[in-house]
């Protein structure tokens, strides 16, 4: 039987054009950070309710569909992003005891991350959609201090006084000094330091 002389010759892909490397998809983790990220960035800037998921999607470079086969929902997508604020935070600083190396630590995850910093400790609890479960995360904070501070403050009372004051003191200084542009690195935990001792220091007075 005679050959078919009409076939075609079998296609091969293109090769990349010169000089450009080819384009890597990222795997579902990497792109799951990438939008973490990006969220946080867009959340942090416009709050909870001002911000759409074509915003995030925006800031992302993406789609909104793509933004869609990681997340539900603005609601999903935002507790995802607090959930990976908290987890940064406690691989940094820790969960349970708290020691002068902790506000180094405190001071760096801000450095790191500060636009999660300030979603977790100030936007945050201004959404209603998400208040109870900030102040679930303020009390366990609240909690850790006062296992401390009972230690080195006599009187109970002033000893819980200064469990909920703490927390509230580290976390505005490291804020403050956020906002003033971070300055003298070196020398910025130690004035944190300062003003936490200030806080026991009133506490221990007869």
Partial sequence: ???NTNRQPATRPAPAAPG???VRRLRR????EQLLAAATRAFARAGFAATSLDDVAAEAGISRAILY???DSKTDLYRAVLDRARARLAAAVGVRDFTDASVDALLGAAAEDPDGFRLLFHHAAREPEFRQEMDRFRAGMVAA???Q???VIPDPSWARWAAQLAPVVAIE???AWLDAGQPDRGQAADRVRRALAGV???AQQP
């Fill in 1 to 3: 039987m005679p050959a």
């Fill in 20 to 22: 450009r490397p080819p």
């Fill in 29 to 32: 983790a990497e792109r799951r």
């Fill in 69 to 71: 086969r990681h997340f």
């Fill in 145 to 147: 201090a006062h296992r």
């Fill in 149 to 151: 501070l009972a230690e």
């Fill in 173 to 175: 200084a490291v804020t």
């Fill in 200 to 202: 026991i220091q009133a």
